[in-house]
């Protein structure tokens, strides 16, 4: 089973930009769909981005124009480009195989405020 480790969040002003990572445990080669997801507190944990072994893209409406999801195989990383960020944008962000099966890692907190 493979598990991911995510990282780059932080506390950043409105207005501006993170670069999460998430670095996988094994190959992601083989894994069609992987996405990002994120918690908010008192929220259901939503899908925000995926991106498929052939680069198709999805992106959920409120990050459209925002964020920017990549992958690298030979890295075994998954990216997320943010920028824009908003305060509604405060979660914890993690990724994960779309559909998700197995553990969730710990997250990287995302926090967006003044």
């Known amino acids: 089973q493979v598990q991911f480790v995510e990282s780059g969040g932080g506390l950043v002003q409105p207005g501006g930009s993170l670069r999460l990572s998430c670095l996988a445990s094994?190959?992601?080669?083989?894994?069609?769909?992987m996405g990002w997801y994120r918690q908010a507190p008192g929220k259901q944990r939503e899908l925000v981005a995926g991106?498929?072994?052939?680069?198709?893209?999805t992106y959920e409406d409120s990050v459209k124009g925002r964020f920017t999801i990549s992958r690298d195989n030979a890295k075994n990383t998954v990216y997320l480009q943010m920028n824009s960020l908003k305060v509604e944008d405060t979660a914890v962000y993690y990724c994960?195989?779309?559909?998700?099966?197995?553990?969730w890692g710990q997250g990287t907190q995302v926090t967006v405020s003044s």
């Open positions: 994960h195989t779309i559909p998700p099966r197995g553990d």
């Open positions: 094994g190959s992601i080669f083989r894994i069609n769909g």
């Open positions: 991106i498929t072994s052939v680069g198709i893209i």
